[in-house]
């Protein structure tokens, strides 16, 4: 399996040409943070470090469902009164304010579920309302250099894990007949592996559309239209300083998105945004390393760009030092 589709390899061995590409840029640009001017909304471009309350609070509101923050020194009396206040309820999402991949993101059903995760939180968290919507799209968006304009150069449907019932079998042993969703077992609770779907159900077993919960990526690109660019487009100009990143959005339908209703956005990734319609299993490896590379040089030339326009990279000692201690957090968790 780790040979043979490689969406599953070390994150570092997919990186890894990109790696020596982003040194030889830092060796160009004299700076280790070149990146850091390219989406001015966000810490670092949104490479590492950034606030994810502060990323929700630069969208367009009408977008974004509920949300309220959680200090990790939060009593659970405190989150559940701010939980009753809010205009919304069970489901909700909880997710770190500073993370990266997916790491930590968990969906909390009932008041026995929050109090529990509560007590084991070592970092802000950020609690918003579940979206119900039942389609997930990744829509990676850019202003290129020389450019007024988005375009989207990427665009990726969720298929999220599931299983289809058989009358007898449990979650967890349908699961394991299928080589690719076996893996992702640890990750599930012992709850949902019990539960025997009935026959031709199709049970839905992971709602989180994030690779390491078995999310499968499949790539969209097809369905890129002009009415869903100008749709982006009023999106993004809505938002300032933004030129290059990847929406998460949950809708309907993409009719239901172009026309702006029934929709939310859930996430906007900058710098560490990967155009995740490489990893459909049928993609190559060389083909997304193409895509990648692709990405990776709009950013050197948006970066060329707004350094021209006066924009200034971040110290050296900070970067080092933010870095690092982002990586203390990551790994803490």
């Not at 700076?31 to 850091?36: C, K």
């Not at 009753?84 to 309820?89: A, G, I, K, V």
């Not at 250099?145 to 894990?161: G, N, P, V």
């Not at 049970?203 to 869903?228: E, K, M, P, Y």
Request: charged share 25%; with cysteine; net charge positive.
């Amino acid at each position: 399996m780790l040979f043979k589709h490689w969406e599953f390899w070390p994150y570092r061995w997919v990186y890894l040409p990109i790696f020596i590409y982003y040194f030889l840029q830092a060796i160009r640009f004299r700076n280790p943070a070149w990146f850091s001017v390219v989406n001015s909304n966000m810490k670092y471009g949104g490479l590492f470090g950034y606030s994810k309350s502060e990323m929700l609070q630069s969208l367009p509101q009408e977008w974004v469902p509920p949300y309220f923050c959680i200090s990790n020194r939060e009593h659970f009396s405190s989150v559940l009164q701010k939980l009753q206040e809010s205009p919304f309820d069970f489901p909700i999402i909880l997710k770190p304010e500073i993370g990266e991949r997916g790491i930590g993101i968990e969906k909390i059903n009932t008041a026995e579920e929050l109090k529990a995760f509560i007590q084991h939180i070592n970092q802000d968290y950020i609690a918003q309302q579940f979206s119900s919507f039942t389609e997930e799209y990744g829509i990676f968006c850019v202003r290129k250099a020389d450019s007024k304009h988005f375009s989207i150069t990427s665009l990726t449907y969720k298929e999220f894990l599931r299983v289809k019932g058989d009358g007898r079998s449990t979650v967890h042993d349908l699961l394991e007949k299928d080589p690719r969703s076996h893996q992702y077992i640890p990750k599930i609770s012992n709850k949902i592996l019990q539960q025997i779907p009935e026959k031709e159900e199709d049970c839905l077993v992971q709602a989180i559309g994030n690779h390491n919960r078995g999310t499968l990526f499949r790539d969209g690109n097809h369905l890129i239209s002009d009415d869903l660019t100008q749709r982006m487009n009023t999106i993004c100009t809505q938002i300032k300083g933004f030129r290059y990143g990847r929406f998460d959005i949950k809708t309907h339908s993409l009719t239901d998105l172009v026309e702006g209703k029934n929709s939310h956005i859930i996430e906007l990734n900058g710098v560490a945004s990967e155009p995740t319609h490489i990893y459909e299993p049928h993609n190559s490896w060389v083909n997304g390393q193409k895509s990648l590379f692709e990405h990776w040089n709009y950013l050197v030339k948006i970066t060329k760009e707004e350094k021209k326009s006066g924009a200034s990279f971040e110290p050296i000692y900070l970067t080092f030092r933010e870095f690092f201690a982002y990586r203390r957090l990551i790994k803490g968790r």
